[in-house]
């Protein structure tokens, strides 16, 4: 066997500029590449992340026999102190003698049910193995919902978290459940007491009903929800519009042409299910069946300060302060015949003038299929403006469904404040999943008024702050009910027993009514009195029918129980004032959802940690984000770009702690600034973030939550323990310079450099994959430019994009004897080893938006461990599929033609325009290559072809040599530099004790692995595998239900014979964990074998399918479905969208 070699064209010196001379765009995923930088370019060269080995000098590296004498004799010391014989220890097996009649060791079991949260419950269905819950999946009987996100699939794993709140706490000393229940008695028995409970956003149908009964037995009870970034401008709004407790919800479905106003509606701020937005951008139907259309594609435009999702798969998206946002909206409010009379505010530019006449004359011929959106944290006067917009159109009871919803009259935290403050409450019960302590202005201080009791999953800062503290049960712990987006009732069903004996929240309030504490643990057998709860609610609901009920259970959702509508009211005019626009002396500061950790929530999931921010790329941390032009205002550009000359990273002295040679190793750091607005202040590192609104900070919320002795600032001991492992000395407090008058949007800001850096673990330079065409993208119309091409030339284009329009067709290892080759006369012999099943996959571009929730979905199934913010810094991330991000600089046209500048050497270049750029997410894993280079180099056969067309890993041949990482074109290999499974990465310096470090032995977390995934150890290498798990359990079930079959006949189930065409799994029914995960339906996987009739093959035959790296040979059997942009002609920049295809040779 012979080593392949692949003959790389040379990188070129600047990536982003080159694309000009090739006519494409100029590309990037960070501010070296932009820049061209010296550590980019070695990055490119180095195959491995800088800090592969662990010694650090070339002296330190060569070890000596004396060095090896003294480690062999240290690491004999080390086993004599820490095992106490050379022989495990001696443990008992206790045998399972009364195993349930559904539970088989290794089979899953699925059960229905659903995670409550504010904007829609969401319907799962949930995997437990041994009757333990170890993955979710979106529930497909429920229409309305294409999939899940990041924080639903990583939400099982709060359950095993190590520091999950188990015992009662008055004061922050422990107490029993007993002692809690004595000071419950005193309350309940006094009917006069004045009880304020404050709850979630999410909606519940049994706490409403039990609400009603508590005003009953409490004359002066009251009614709060609380969640840090809900929106109380947005429910203001429409309870002025619509009535009392009304909500909006958008229909996507019949929506042709959508217009965000600073609303992130496709992940972070969603405002109904939006399945139906991504089944209207498909170019050749959801299936993949008819012919390419461009017609059939919706449009959306977005008006944004800073980069969110929705915004990277915006067809047009105007870059504007967030303040400004109001005075667009009036003008498209105006354009369309809305009364709205705005004051102050810059007048609109000319190309501002015109990105809104060409809007709202789109908006206007869709008259009844469009929708307009205003963002939750953007101010009741836009939300306003909004609802006139929508109520011009006529979208109201079309695409947008006002309903009454069950939420009630319930105050705000400022109304609860102010409650506190006047003494109207003499005890307050936080339900809320909220952290008020630390996410809300004045709460805490306003709290000393009352006696506080706190349910909630962490011993946070509320939960020391209060009077009681009482364990929470997670969602899949407890009996409950909620309401989708659509208002559908959904039930929650627990999968197991609480773990550490928890309390739900229809336990407590239940128990407020009667006095009682529901105790699982001591009540045995007893019906859960949250479950004779929720199915009282049910019965009133839908009927009392014992066979509805185990419908509702058996299928998760009822499908007869959505919302009643609400009639809009007529709509008056609408006044708003618009403030000046921010400037480098007067910052505007934006407090954003954070796209890790929501509002501090998951600050302890270490998934979510782990996962990069979709936009950033940053891990374990949160930063201060400004535009290109601001961070050259404030002078730290250059600091942000350069090497520093000394200075001391992780306690270490190191020279070039700016960077390190790889430019986003163990040494990357960022300036520090102080942020100043509402007169407080904040230390906090400085990133630079593309298409960023200038003069614009936008800081995520959620960090900052404690700190212990090993922080990098030296900020700890500090709320040491209101944190655990996971999000200790993680960030930075944003939340400090909030206040409840400004809790989303504050101005006046500054910024000033400290002369202070902090380390980050950013991985957007990570796995570069030079300035190839990569992620591919077209227009449904005519390009700029002297050799503009229609739709259909680009289509026909896809595959010729970049080095491919140099490189010969493919011809798959696999093809049937007999088919032509390159070569007329030869033949390709039959290779196909399996005539049953191929297993390939695509990824259509057009719909992906990049949310991280496949990342998260496949570290659930395939027990990936989280390795730690210095880990990720070096390089050593494990994720099997990661997702790509690149920024691309849009041509400049004029009348058609494309505006040129001198590049500084006396020659004429086009211009781009790098302030406004387009982003496109890439996810990439492995590519299951036919003609795996990664195979050819193993010396050991560790990776090898299987017989369905899988590249495999025998993990217990690998023996670590990484010469298939270093072969690997696409960066898709992960190794195991330590144990991360059996040694805590989190625990400071574990890693690096080897025997003496603390092992992960015992801890929950490990109740959440899929028992039928191997476990990897130190020095193994590992990637994607295409959930073979999932492959494998689908032809067992087809070989059981054969063999079932043959037995109910009469016959033997072990004489029974199985043909080929009987083996092969049913048509398209395995799905694997990223496909399954994602809301978007932007991943298909079949079986090729399947022909026409598999998705996957129809997606590989569309005109838009390209392979990655193709000119390479590796023949792929992951293709990647390029990306199409649906501008309006009439726009300013139509002619510059859908050109940001790298076109590099």
């Avoid at 480690?71 to 045998?95: D, F, K, N, Q």
């Avoid at 009822?558 to 626009?581: N, Q, R």
């Avoid at 086009?910 to 193993?938: H, R």
Wanted: proline share 5%; with cysteine; aromatic share 8%.
């Amino acid at each position: 066997m012979s080593n392949r070699k692949i003959n790389q064209p040379d990188s070129p010196v600047n990536p982003a500029a080159d694309a000009a001379a090739n006519g494409g765009a100029k590309i990037w995923r960070s501010l070296g590449e932009l820049e061209s930088t010296e550590r980019f370019q070695d990055a490119l060269d180095r195959e491995f992340p800088e800090g592969s080995a662990q010694m650090e000098t070339e002296e330190e590296r060569e070890l000596s026999r004396r060095s090896f004498v003294k480690l062999m004799g240290a690491s004999s010391a080390l086993a004599g102190m820490g095992l106490a014989a050379c022989r495990r220890p001696e443990t008992l097996i206790v045998p399972f003698t009364q195993s349930p009649e559904w539970s088989v060791p290794g089979k899953p079991v699925y059960f229905a049910s659903s995670m409550p949260r504010a904007n829609g419950a969401v319907p799962l269905v949930v995997t437990t193995h041994d009757g333990r819950p170890t993955k979710l999946e979106p529930n497909k009987l429920f229409d309305k919902q294409g999939g899940t996100d990041s924080f639903t699939q990583a939400s099982v794993l709060d359950m095993y978290d190590p520091a999950r709140s188990r015992r009662f706490l008055q004061d922050g000393e422990t107490k029993s459940r007993a002692d809690f229940e004595k000071a419950l008695a005193e309350i309940v028995a006094k009917p006069e007491s004045k009880v304020g409970f404050v709850f979630g956003e999410d909606e519940s149908p049994t706490r409403s009903r039990l609400v009603n009964e508590l005003k009953a037995k409490y004359a002066g009870a009251k009614f709060y929800s609380y969640e840090p970034l809900a929106g109380e401008e947005r429910k203001r709004a429409n309870t002025e519009a619509f009535g009392k407790g009304a909500d909006v919800a958008a229909d996507f479905s019949g929506a042709k042409v959508v217009l965000s106003l600073d609303s992130d509606f496709l992940e972070l701020d969603q405002q109904g299910p939006v399945s139906g937005f991504y089944k209207n951008r498909f170019v050749e139907g959801a299936d993949y069946k008819k012919k390419p259309d461009a017609k059939a594609m919706n449009r959306l435009y977005i008006v944004e300060g800073g980069f969110s999702l929705t915004g990277g798969i915006a067809d047009h998206r105007m870059r504007i302060a967030p303040s400004q946002v109001p005075a667009i909206a009036a003008a498209i409010a105006n354009e369309l015949g809305a009364s709205v009379t705005i004051t102050g505010g810059p007048e609109l530019t000319q190309t501002q003038q015109d990105w809104v006449k060409a809007c709202a004359a789109d908006l206007k011929k869709n008259a009844g299929k469009s929708v307009v959106l205003a963002g939750s944290r953007q101010s009741k006067a836009l939300q306003d403006i909004c609802i006139a917009i929508n109520t011009a159109l006529g979208n109201y009871g079309k695409t947008l469904k006002p309903v009454l919803t069950e939420r009630g009259d319930y105050g705000d935290m400022e109304s609860l404040v102010n409650s506190l403050k006047a003494n109207e409450l003499d005890t307050v019960v936080l339900l809320t999943p909220a952290n008020p302590a630390y996410d809300a202005d004045g709460f805490a201080a306003a709290a000393e008024n009352a006696q506080v009791i706190h349910l909630g999953l962490r011993t946070d800062a509320t939960a020391h702050a209060a009077n009681w503290h009482v364990p929470a049960a997670h969602y899949l712990e407890s009996w409950g009910d909620a309401r989708a987006a659509d208002g559908t009732l959904t039930v929650v069903q627990p999968l197991i027993l609480p773990l550490y004996n928890g309390v739900s929240e229809i336990d407590l309030l239940l128990a407020f009514l009667d006095g009682k504490l529901f105790d699982s643990d001591k009540e045995g057998e007893t019906t859960s009195v949250s479950y004779d709860a929720v199915k009282k609610t049910f019965a009133g609901l839908a009927d009392d029918s014992e066979k509805s009920w185990l419908q509702f259970l058996r299928d998760g959702f009822w499908k007869k129980s959505t919302y009643a509508a609400a009639a809009p009211k007529a709509a008056g005019t609408v006044s708003v004032t618009v403030p000046k626009a921010p400037s480098i002396d007067h910052l505007e500061v934006v407090f954003a959802t954070d796209g890790s950790i929501y509002d501090g929530r998951y600050a302890n999931n270490a998934w979510l940690q782990e996962a990069p921010d979709p936009i950033t790329k940053v891990c374990w941390d949160n930063v201060a984000v400004v535009s290109p032009k601001t961070a050259k205002d404030l002078g730290v550009y250059e600091k942000i770009l350069k090497l520093q000359p000394k200075g001391k990273v992780y306690g270490i002295e190191v020279e070039n702690a700016g960077v390190g040679p790889d430019g986003e190793g163990k040494f990357h750091t960022n300036p520090l600034v102080k942020l100043t607005v509402n007169g407080r202040d904040l230390e906090v590192p400085l990133m630079i973030g593309f298409g960023h609104a200038d003069n614009v900070v936008s800081l995520s919320l959620g960090y900052g939550q404690g700190f212990d002795q090993h922080d990098e600032l030296d900020r700890g001991p500090c709320c040491e323990g209101h944190v655990s492992l996971v999000s200790v000395n993680r960030g930075f407090n944003g939340y400090a310079l909030r206040k409840l008058d400004t809790p989303y949007l504050a101005t006046g800001g500054k910024a000033e450099d400290v002369k202070k850096r902090y380390s980050i673990a950013m991985t957007q330079e990570h796995h570069a994959m030079y300035g190839r065409a990569l992620a591919r993208e077209i227009s449904t119309i005519t390009t700029g430019g002297d050799h503009g091409k229609d739709f259909s030339t680009q289509l026909e284009g896809v595959k010729k994009q970049g080095m491919d329009s140099h490189a010969p067709e493919n011809i798959s290892l696999y093809k049937p004897k007999g088919s032509q080759t390159w070569h007329d006369k030869a033949k390709a012999d039959k290779h196909l080893f399996d005539e049953r099943q191929q297993w390939a996959m695509t990824i259509d571009l057009n719909n992906c938006i990049g949310c991280n929730a496949c990342l998260v979905a496949c570290q659930a199934e395939n027990n990936i461990p989280v390795v730690g913010k210095e880990q990720v810094a070096m390089g050593r991330e494990m994720h099997w599929i990661r997702m790509d991000r690149y920024f691309a600089a849009k041509p400049v046209y004029e009348n058609g033609k494309a505006v040129t500048e001198d590049d500084g050497h006396g020659h004429q270049v086009q211009k781009f325009d790098e302030d406004n750029p387009e982003m496109i997410p890439q996810p990439v894993a492995c590519m299951q290559c036919e003609s795996a280079p990664c195979e050819t180099v193993c010396p050991v056969n560790a990776t090898v072809h299987s017989e369905d067309g899988l590249n495999t890993m025998a993990y217990n041949r690998c023996i670590g040599t990484r010469y298939c990482a270093n072969n690997c074109p696409y960066k898709a290999r992960r190794f195991n530099f330590f144990d991360y499974n059996k040694r805590n990465p989190l625990i400071h310096k574990n890693l690096y004790k080897g025997p003496a470090g603390k092992k992960a032995v015992g801890e929950a977390p490990h109740l959440q692995r899929n028992p039928n995934v191997t476990v990897r150890m130190r020095g193994v290498m590992e990637k994607c595998t295409y959930c073979v798990q999932r492959i494998q359990a689908a032809k067992g079930k087809v070989k059981a239900n054969l063999k079932k079959k043959a037995t109910m006949a009469g016959g033997s189930s072990v004489d029974v014979k199985i043909t080929d065409a009987e083996l092969r799994p049913k048509l398209d029914s395995i799905k694997v964990a990223c496909q399954d995960a994602c809301p978007a339906s932007a991943i298909t996987f079949g079986n090729l074998q399947d022909g026409d009739k598999a998705q996957v093959v129809r997606s590989r035959n569309v005109a838009r399918n390209y392979e990655l790296l193709h000119y390479i040979g590796t023949l792929p059997r992951t293709t990647y479905l390029a990306r199409v942009k649906n501008p309006n002609p009439a726009m300013p920049d139509a002619q510059s969208v859908g050109r940001a295809t790298i076109n590099m040779h």
